[in-house]
């Protein structure tokens, strides 16, 4: 077994236990806390939270590509979090060595639920394990001044435009967020990005895709998101 295979196989297995945890934490303090359950008289909407991701207005700042992301997200019981994220992917790069050009913009969404693991539910802060389905269907530009054969020596210019692409993935990790103050809460989250599905559209792979990143077979991505809930 290869060493990508082996790293491969420990993150599946980190990823199956985070998706597992709260079932597990569940059924082992079912038990223990049934009386506490029947008699719990939180109510089941708590509050509705919009938040915006500073991080992806950091890479449009300081890097060829990022997001504009927002999310919302459903306060119920103070455990669950059920969270839809909507946000517009952008990329505009040119490869300084090779000449290459890269430029797509489109939109993604993600939809999934958070589950609050402290054992004070209530608490002011909280601390998130979860999980989300995201899409996003894109079009992009890729244009090189010239490409040279390595074996025939010949040169051709390779120029596409408005070439057809889609990526289905999923997200799986954890978080954490606190309250500052009134309404202001602020959080981070640290998520691992597994493709499930994708059209690269025939003149070699994308380069971003909206919301997944720079393309690849998985990613480490992370939010840091300012929130108001009400």
């Known amino acids: 077994m290869t060493t990508r295979r082996r790293t491969s196989s420990y993150i599946s297995g980190l990823i199956i236990s985070l998706l597992l945890l709260p079932l597990c934490t569940a059924a082992r ?21 919009v938040a915006v991701d500073v ?27 059920p969270v839809v994220e909507l946000g517009y992917g952008t990329c505009d790069t040119k490869d300084e060595t090779t000449g290459n050009r890269y430029k797509t913009s489109a939109p993604y969404g993600r939809i999934g639920c958070d589950f609050n693991i402290m054992k004070n539910k209530h608490d002011i802060y909280r601390i998130y394990i979860g999980a989300r389905y995201a899409f996003t269907s894109f079009k992009y530009d890729i244009d090189n001044p010239r490409i040279t054969d390595p074996v025939w020596h010949s040169s051709e210019e390779l120029s596409a435009s408005n070439v057809s692409g889609n990526c289905h993935w999923y997200e799986a990790g954890g978080g954490i967020d606190v309250k500052i103050a009134g309404p202001l809460r602020l959080g981070w989250s640290v998520r691992y990005r597994g493709r499930l599905a994708n059209k690269n559209g025939g003149v070699g792979k994308a380069w971003y895709v909206p919301g997944y990143g720079r393309n690849g077979t998985s990613r480490i991505g992370g939010t840091f998101n300012v929130i108001i809930e009400l």
């Not at 223990?32 to 089941?44: E, G, I, M, R």
């Not at 991080?55 to 669950?80: C, P, T």
């Open 55 to 81: 991080v992806g207005l950091g890479q449009i700042a300081f890097s060829d590509y990022g997001q504009y992301e927002a999310q919302l997200r459903v306060n119920l019981k103070d455990r669950w979090f």
């Open 29 to 49: 303090t079912g038990k223990d806390d049934a009386a506490s359950l029947k008699n719990d008289s939180t109510p089941l909407f708590r509050s509705v939270a």
